[in-house]
């Protein structure tokens, strides 16, 4: 069915406090925040666009479920008209970087007229551990030695010299 003519209502995408920032998509683990997508054991990583990662993180909260074009539509771009290809261009990007074909899908399946959903089990991973930031160590200036072909070192330039006269009142 054809969508309204007028802007959605609802508010911009805005997923509930995350549990975490890192979210395993069957072997494939994301990083929200960068929106990067690895495979433990592969250094690959790859990235995604916002509107991906929101797609992804609505099929991820009805995992298992169908999700109609209309509702990532509502949930995704809302209060804007974007053509009917914009989810499909998401969940084709989303394919792509969890290397998942569209015959034999492992992670996304489309399911024709109804919508999508998300195949491969979904688990929220503890955040990663920050690295650890160490103190930066003194920085020691030493005297510079000079190359026996250096040109000598130029002479200070001199401070101009002060006004003799009494400051103005």
Do not use: Y
Not at 53 to 58: E, I, N
Not at 79 to 86: E, I, K, N, S, Y
Not at 100 to 111: L, S, Y
């Amino acid at each position: 069915p054809p969508r309204p003519a007028g802007p959605r209502a609802s508010a911009p995408f805005a997923p509930a406090r995350l549990p975490s920032e890192r979210l395993r998509v069957g072997e494939w683990v994301v990083d929200v925040a960068r929106r990067e997508v690895t495979r433990p054991g592969d250094d690959t990583v790859r990235r995604i666009t916002v509107k991906a990662s929101h797609v992804l993180l609505a099929l991820a909260e009805q995992h298992d479920r169908v999700v109609g074009r209309e509702a990532l539509l509502e949930r995704v771009w809302p209060g804007t008209l974007p053509t009917d290809d914009v989810p499909t261009q998401a969940v084709t990007q989303l394919r792509k970087a969890f290397g998942d074909g569209h015959e034999a899908p492992r992670n996304i399946e489309t399911m024709p007229k109804m919508g999508c959903r998300l195949l491969a089990p979904v688990e929220w991973l503890e955040s990663a551990p920050s690295p650890q930031v160490l103190p930066s160590p003194p920085v020691v200036r030493e005297q510079a030695t000079s190359h026996p072909l250096a040109p000598p070192p130029a002479p200070p330039i001199p401070a101009p010299p002060r006004s003799r006269r009494p400051p103005p009142r």
